[in-house]
RNA sequence: GCCGCGUUGGUCAAGGGGUUAAGACGCAUCCCUUUCACGGAUGAAUCACGGGUUCGAUUCCCGUACGCGGUACCA
């Protein structure tokens, strides 16, 4: 296996659908690869199966990728010297690798139809094989150019019957290659089945067209979920066949990133309330919305972090890590070989340390387009950096960033008055109307000098502060939370501050 | 069924022949805070099971069990 060529990596989504976690990981992980060992991160799109085309879908993966920061190098979009990238527009290359299949003996044509194929599964069904293979066992009981005479396979050929060229697996070799997660990995070639290579459609499938490509596209380093694992042999053969096993990609196959029962699926997020994809998506035959990680207000930062310490960590005890640390910092051989749970817990307690982690100003900006999104018009003249440094230490998602600072924005909808009520009383009533008073004479309005001022007051009115404190807050903000009270009043200003208080006071009577 | 890959607290996990088996999330209790958070403290694992190898196995080997993945003219 070449290992001093250039790096060059690729992530090659099928555009039908969503672009989920794992899909998601395994961009991040090639794309640190790349970066690492300055090589190519490419994109390469696996549209082979024409029935399963989704409009939309591909352009989608383009965002998906832009907002979490992991631009290719080579794609439909960017371009390259390794085009076209869309394998649709490849088409016309991969018969020629599967006709020299045929003509080395290593593949032959099959002329079975869908029916003919159902009917042996049904056939050789039994107990002890509850899904029948076409391999060495049944090919000869089949219609292909392994067992019908030359002359009727040229017929049909000629005829343009519908066929596919199917792999002819050896009979118990032993297929084994060296993975860089895994270790060594092997297959006897008696179980593994004659796959299809070339559809009837002309189009190649997965197995042809990830060997020719990868090959095409001078690919290093081939890495993929370990859903794959079962079907590396076949893809070693090819390789052997095609091309020698000296140009073939090193492997990584990535472990399994697990919902609450098994392979994570959007069915999971609906089912438990959490994302799955990276960004909305809409399923354009549907109009089935699936929830995004950006949407639900995610930081791609924070994304990318839990992303890449599921399933790998550095060793030590750090768990936040930006883009380019990850750079600096991931290396293949920490990856883990066992697959993990998702837990959306962690996942939200990593945006939280990001909301913290990040720049204020950066922060800043991001939230305002948050509450903007919302409805709220925030002037330029609003201490938004200020409100945001206040509040940011109790938000999870971006979104909560609403609730925690409208009350700065608008006055509040609701009061929550059944908080006070029940212990109200003159005493209160008369502190209120001295606060006012108080306040209303302020030259420095400030946060200290507001709580001064007003567990003086509370002193004279033989009040603890504590006992007023709460009505203040409820006063101000509607509900029993929000920062230190007098840095809300700061922030809100001697008018709107003695506004409401006055305009709850009106409620109390 | 068969094939493959796995198995350290509820979850993510460090460690790797001799350790009090890290740390984080979550949970519980407590402290701080006259709101909610933040922060701090404390608590919870016979390292799946059974055999080996060894003076000694969580760590190495072999089985078993369990989990997951695959078993399509889908990727």
Same mark, same amino acid.
């Given at each position: 296996?070449?290992?001093?060529?250039?790096?060059?990596?690729?992530?090659?989504?099928?555009?039908?659908?969503?672009?989920?976690?794992?899909?998601?990981?395994?961009?991040?992980?090639?794309?640190?690869?790349?970066?690492?060992?300055?090589?190519?991160?490419?994109?390469?799109?696996?549209?082979?199966?024409?029935?399963?085309?989704?409009?939309?879908?591909?352009?989608?993966?383009?965002?998906?990728?832009?907002?979490?920061?992991?631009?290719?190098?080579?794609?439909?979009?960017?371009?390259?010297?390794?085009?076209?990238?869309?394998?649709?527009?490849?088409?016309?290359?991969?018969?020629?690798? &599967?006709?020299?299949?045929?003509?080395?003996?290593?593949?032959?044509?099959?002329?079975?139809?869908?029916? #003919?194929?159902?009917?042996?599964?049904?056939?050789?069904?039994?107990?002890?094989?509850?899904?029948?293979?076409?391999?060495?066992?049944?090919?000869?009981?089949?219609?292909?150019?392994?067992?019908?005479?030359?002359?009727?396979?040229?017929?049909?050929?000629?005829?343009?019957?519908?066929?596919?060229?199917?792999?002819?697996?050896?009979?118990?070799?032993?297929?084994?290659?060296?993975?860089?997660?895994?270790?060594?990995?092997?297959?006897?070639?008696?179980?593994?089945?004659?796959?299809? =290579?070339?559809?009837?459609?002309?189009?190649?499938?997965?197995?042809?067209?990830?060997?020719?490509?990868?090959?095409?596209?001078?690919?290093?380093?081939?890495?993929?979920?370990?859903?794959?694992?079962?079907? &590396?042999?076949?893809?070693?053969?090819?390789?052997?066949?095609?091309?020698? #096993?000296?140009?073939?990609?090193?492997?990584?196959?990535?472990?399994?990133?697990?919902?609450?029962?098994?392979?994570?699926?959007?069915?999971?997020?609906?089912?438990?309330?959490?994302?799955?994809?990276?960004?909305?998506?809409?399923?354009?035959?549907?109009?089935?919305?699936?929830?995004?990680?950006?949407?639900?207000?995610?930081?791609?930062?924070?994304?990318?972090?839990? =992303?890449?310490?599921?399933?790998?960590?550095?060793?030590?005890?750090?768990?936040?890590?930006?883009?380019?640390?990850?750079?600096?910092?991931?290396?293949?051989?920490?990856?883990?070989?066992?697959?993990?749970?998702?837990?959306?817990?962690? &996942?939200?307690?990593?945006?939280?340390?990001?909301?913290?982690?990040?720049?204020?100003?950066?922060?800043?900006?991001?939230?305002?387009?948050?509450?903007?999104?919302?409805?709220?018009?925030?002037?330029?003249?609003?201490?938004?950096?200020?409100?945001?440094?206040?509040?940011?230490?109790?938000?999870?998602?971006?979104?909560?960033?609403?609730?925690?600072?409208?009350?700065?924005?608008?006055?509040?909808?609701?009061?929550?008055?059944?908080?006070?009520?029940?212990?109200?009383?003159?005493?209160?009533?008369?502190?209120?109307?001295?606060?006012?008073?108080?306040?209303?004479?302020?030259?420095?309005?400030?946060?200290? &000098?507001?709580?001064?001022?007003?567990?003086?007051?509370?002193?004279?009115?033989?009040?603890?502060?504590?006992?007023?404190?709460?009505?203040?807050?409820?006063?101000?903000?509607?509900?029993?939370?929000?920062?230190?009270?007098?840095?809300?009043?700061?922030?809100?200003?001697? #008018?709107?501050?003695?506004?409401?208080?006055?305009?709850?006071?009106?409620?109390?009577?």
């Amino acid at each position: 296996m070449a290992t001093d060529k250039k790096v060059r990596v690729r992530f090659a989504p099928s555009p039908t659908g969503g672009l989920h976690l794992g899909g998601v990981r395994t961009v991040l992980y090639n794309y640190l690869f790349a970066r690492q060992h300055g090589g190519d991160f490419i994109l390469r799109i696996e549209d082979t199966d024409q029935t399963r085309f989704v409009p939309g879908a591909e352009e989608y993966i383009f965002q998906c990728l832009a907002w979490a920061g992991l631009e290719p190098d080579e794609s439909v979009k960017q371009g390259g010297a390794y085009g076209p990238y869309r394998q649709s527009e490849r088409k016309a290359l991969y018969r020629q690798y &599967a006709e020299q299949l045929v003509a080395n003996g290593q593949a032959y044509y099959a002329f079975d139809t869908p029916e #003919e194929l159902e009917q042996m599964r049904q056939d050789f069904k039994t107990e002890q094989n509850p899904s029948p293979q076409y391999d060495h066992h049944v090919r000869d009981k089949m219609r292909n150019s392994l067992n019908l005479q030359k002359e009727d396979v040229d017929r049909l050929l000629q005829d343009n019957t519908r066929h596919v060229i199917r792999i002819k697996m050896p009979e118990n070799e032993t297929v084994g290659f060296n993975d860089m997660i895994r270790g060594d990995v092997s297959f006897n070639t008696s179980l593994v089945d004659d796959k299809v =290579l070339l559809k009837a459609d002309g189009m190649p499938t997965y197995h042809l067209a990830v060997v020719v490509d990868d090959y095409l596209m001078k690919i290093s380093h081939a890495f993929r979920g370990e859903e794959w694992l079962p079907s &590396a042999p076949v893809h070693i053969l090819l390789w052997k066949y095609l091309y020698g #096993e000296d140009h073939m990609p090193r492997w990584a196959h990535f472990p399994l990133i697990l919902g609450p029962g098994g392979k994570l699926s959007k069915r999971d997020g609906a089912k438990y309330g959490f994302p799955v994809f990276a960004m909305n998506w809409t399923d354009p035959r549907t109009g089935e919305l699936t929830e995004g990680f950006k949407e639900k207000g995610f930081l791609p930062e924070a994304f990318i972090n839990l =992303l890449a310490v599921l399933g790998w960590n550095d060793g030590t005890e750090q768990e936040l890590f930006s883009l380019d640390e990850l750079i600096q910092k991931f290396s293949m051989d920490r990856v883990h070989s066992s697959g993990a749970k998702f837990d959306y817990e962690k &996942a939200k307690w990593y945006n939280h340390e990001w909301i913290k982690k990040l720049a204020p100003a950066d922060l800043t900006q991001r939230v305002k387009e948050v509450l903007t999104a919302k409805g709220l018009s925030i002037s330029d003249k609003a201490p938004l950096q200020k409100i945001v440094e206040l509040v940011k230490d109790r938000i999870t998602l971006l979104p909560d960033f609403y609730d925690q600072t409208v009350y700065f924005f608008k006055v509040p909808e609701t009061i929550d008055i059944t908080a006070v009520r029940p212990k109200w009383n003159e005493a209160k009533q008369l502190f209120f109307a001295e606060l006012i008073r108080s306040y209303e004479l302020m030259s420095a309005w400030d946060a200290a &000098a507001l709580e001064n001022d007003f567990k003086e007051i509370a002193a004279a009115s033989q009040l603890k502060p504590g006992e007023v404190m709460l009505p203040l807050r409820i006063m101000l903000v509607g509900g029993k939370f929000g920062p230190h009270v007098f840095d809300i009043a700061e922030i809100l200003g001697k #008018e709107e501050t003695i506004q409401r208080i006055r305009h709850t006071l009106g409620l109390l009577i």
